[in-house]
């Protein structure tokens, strides 16, 4: 008896460079090629322009996602996988790498407090 072929799962990404952060989906068998396409043409960049990385491993075009580790059962909506993104430099293969600037944190010194002006209406 044959077994249905397995079909391709949706996997939820988080791509992060610096303070940008795109939310997409797609499914595991997509290529790295092609998911470059899809942030390229959101940011408005060649897509041989975008690097990807994954765990600290920079993510070969050829290879579909689940090869690069990321599946179904771990990037989920509600605790999609962080792909870092860096982009290349004026026509040099050197990458602007910018380290992603994290949400938030609990040091007080990075709460920013608003001031209330308050301001008399000149009108009487």
Known sequence: MQQPPQSSQDVYLMIR????TIFTDVIETTTVLELKKIIA???KIDPQDV???YNNQSMEDVKRLQ???ISSKDARPQTPVQIALSIKKNDSDE???DDIVPY???SSDDIIQP???HQQDSRG
């Open 17 to 20: 460079r610096a303070k940008l």
């Open 41 to 43: 043409s959101i940011i």
């Open 51 to 53: 690097q990807l990385a």
């Open 67 to 69: 090869e690069c580790g």
């Open 95 to 97: 990458l602007d790498k």
């Open 104 to 106: 938030s944190s609990n």
């Open 115 to 117: 001031s209330v002006v």
